[in-house]
């Protein structure tokens, strides 16, 4: 049996890919949310830590021998892993489960907490470190450039470029069709025979299709699906028929 041709499915109304496989992920994503939150909570304890051994408020016995600016940047190695991690979590759970795009600012929002906790988890590090008079010009300078760099990193890795929403996961799934960008029809089945050699396709509502110039559904998918046109003798007695 051939193996299904695996396509790169694109939304219509958005324009950004919605499936790689022909499937939405699979996973729990709430699971994958509660991990994330307790990665970051554990991320921001870092922090605290942190600024602590710096300034020299916290003391860690077992590491009292390895100099306080040395210690808190460990941390912060570690604050980073925990954030960047975290955020992982979070954009793979926002693919199985995504949020509504109708509200723009809090569908940007939920899609990148990821980048809201890098800020959380290095930009108080940097002022308190910055306002701290009794702290040498060496400490302030090597531990504000390692939480920047963090910082700058952390939020690259943790922002979503590419996020779905439910409305792209409804427009792939049942009643969505399927096109190709020079074809002259829409499909019902991603997975039909005249799609094969297709890599990208675009998927949305009939009338997107027409809108993009395919008129009608492939022969293929109509028989798939049991469509059977009217005979022409049939239309015409049809509609001669008078209303009851």
Same mark, same amino acid.
């Given at each position: 049996?051939?193996?299904?041709?695996?396509?790169?499915?694109?939304?219509? @109304?958005?324009?950004? =890919?919605?499936?790689?496989?022909?499937?939405?992920?699979?996973?729990? /994503?709430?699971?994958l949310?509660?991990?994330?939150a307790?990665?970051?909570?554990?991320?921001? $304890?870092c922090?605290? /830590?942190?600024?602590?051994?710096?300034?020299? =408020?916290?003391?860690?016995p077992?590491?009292?021998?390895?100099?306080?600016?040395?210690?808190?940047?460990?941390?912060?190695? &570690?604050?980073?892993? !925990?954030?960047? &991690?975290?955020a992982?979590?979070?954009?793979?759970?926002?693919?199985?489960?995504?949020?509504s795009?109708?509200?723009?600012?809090?569908?940007?929002?939920?899609?990148?907490?990821?980048?809201i906790?890098?800020a959380?988890?290095?930009?108080?590090?940097?002022? $308190? &470190?910055?306002?701290?008079?009794?702290?040498?010009?060496?400490?302030? =300078?090597?531990?504000?450039?390692?939480? /920047?760099?963090?910082?700058?990193?952390?939020?690259?890795?943790?922002?979503?470029? #590419?996020? $779905? @929403?439910?409305?792209?996961?409804?427009? /792939?799934?049942?009643?969505?069709?399927?096109?190709?960008?020079?074809?002259?029809?829409?499909?019902?089945?991603?997975?039909? @025979?005249? !799609?094969?050699?297709?890599?990208?396709?675009?998927?949305?509502?009939?009338?997107?299709?027409?809108?993009?110039?395919?008129?009608?559904?492939?022969?293929?998918?109509?028989?798939?699906? #049991?469509?059977?046109?009217?005979?022409?003798?049939?239309?015409?007695?049809?509609?001669?028929?008078?209303?009851?």
């Amino acid at each position: 049996m051939a193996e299904k041709k695996q396509h790169t499915i694109v939304s219509a @109304s958005t324009g950004k =890919t919605v499936k790689h496989d022909g499937s939405q992920p699979n996973g729990n /994503a709430t699971g994958l949310r509660v991990g994330a939150a307790v990665l970051w909570v554990v991320a921001i $304890v870092c922090e605290i /830590a942190a600024l602590g051994v710096i300034c020299e =408020t916290i003391i860690i016995p077992f590491l009292s021998k390895i100099p306080p600016l040395y210690q808190g940047i460990g941390l912060l190695v &570690l604050d980073f892993i !925990l954030v960047v &991690l975290g955020a992982q979590l979070w954009k793979k759970a926002n693919h199985i489960k995504p949020m509504s795009k109708k509200n723009a600012f809090l569908f940007w929002l939920w899609n990148n907490m990821g980048v809201i906790v890098c800020a959380i988890a290095f930009i108080p590090f940097i002022i $308190v &470190l910055l306002a701290n008079k009794e702290l040498d010009k060496k400490t302030k =300078t090597v531990g504000v450039a390692a939480a /920047a760099i963090m910082l700058l990193i952390s939020g690259l890795a943790s922002y979503d470029f #590419n996020p $779905v @929403s439910a409305e792209d996961y409804a427009a /792939a799934g049942l009643g969505g069709v399927y096109w190709t960008k020079y074809g002259t029809v829409f499909h019902s089945h991603e997975d039909c @025979s005249s !799609l094969s050699r297709t890599d990208e396709l675009t998927t949305g509502s009939i009338q997107e299709a027409q809108d993009a110039g395919k008129q009608r559904m492939c022969k293929i998918c109509e028989k798939r699906d #049991n469509i059977i046109k009217q005979l022409p003798a049939q239309k015409e007695a049809d509609e001669e028929e008078p209303a009851a």
